[in-house]
Each structure stands twice: as structure tokens, then as C-alpha cells.
């Protein structure tokens, strides 16, 4: 079996990382400026007000890159802990070819998400990234199950 050091496994990993953090930035500032051109003030918002909340006060297109930075905090919690488990126990070269995929996608579906947000390329794109988890997570299980 030709081994990956965690470095080659765990950098699929630190792009989606990054991506999230442009993915904040990017609806931090879309909806600072849209609350801003609807004349919501943000100081007189209710005590434990949250992001959520403003949802009806903004554009649905705004909402967009929201819904999709929550995702982003969802479902790659699993992709993160396979790729760390893959990276402690070791895997073949196929195996970064996964991360990579579903890292790929992940970006894809953001940006889909984000300007687009038609429902069957989305779904396309999510199940496409789920198939590539599937993969990574069967990895995981056949290098710690020996």
C-alpha cells in the first residue's frame, strides 16, 4: 500500500477551512450592506437577537450565502474527523483523490448555492460530495477495523 503523509490528506481538508472563511466574509459583508440599504440598525436589534432572526428583513439572495456558511458548519464536521482519522492511520493515494474530490464539490455547491440556487444542481453537487465522504468514511473504517 502506498502510504500519504498526513500533509497530502489534511490539505483537502485546509482548503474547505479556508473556503468557510471566505464563505463568512463573504455573507458577513453581503448582509452588513443590505441591512444597511433596507435601514436595519443592527444597535437596536433585540438583546440575543441572531442572524436568523433578520432573515425576513433581507433579500432572499442575501439569505443565500447565510444558509450556506451554515452548511459549511454541518456535514464537513464529518469529512474533518474521517480525514484526521485517515491521516493518524494512513492510506493510499485514492484517498486524497477523495478529499480532494469532496472538497471540490463543497466549493462548488457554495457557489452554486450562493449566486444560482436552483435545487437539482444543488442537490447534484451535495450528493456528489456525499459520495465522496462515503468513501473517505469506508477508508476509515477498513484502516482502524484490522
Known amino acids: 500500500m502506498n502510504l500519504v503523509t498526513s500533509t497530502e490528506v489534511l490539505a483537502p481538508a485546509a482548503v474547505l477551512v ?3 472563511m471566505v464563505m463568512m466574509l463573504w455573507m458577513v459583508l453581503t448582509r452588513l450592506r443590505a441591512l444597511s440599504e433596507v435601514g436595519v440598525d443592527l444597535a437596536k436589534s433585540a438583546p440575543g437577537a441572531r442572524g436568523v432572526d433578520l ?3 433581507l433579500p432572499t439572495k442575501v439569505n443565500w450565502k447565510a444558509h450556506n ?3 459549511l458548519m454541518e ?16 492510506g493510499s493515494g485514492a484517498v486524497v483523490g477523495w478529499a480532494w474530490g469532496y472538497t471540490g464539490l463543497r466549493i462548488a455547491h457554495s457557489l452554486w448555492q450562493s449566486l444560482v440556487n436552483t435545487i437539482p444542481v444543488r442537490f447534484a453537487l451535495f ?3 456525499n459520495i465522496c465522504l462515503l468513501a473517505l468514511s469506508y477508508y476509515a473504517l477498513q484502516l482502524t477495523l484490522v
Open 127 to 129: 450528493a456528489g460530495s
Open 55 to 57: 432573515e425576513g428583513s
Open 18 to 20: 479556508a473556503w468557510s
Open 75 to 90: 456535514q464537513p464536521t464529518i469529512f474533518y474527523a474521517v480525514v484526521c482519522i485517515i491521516a493518524i492511520a494512513g
Open 69 to 71: 456558511f451554515s452548511h
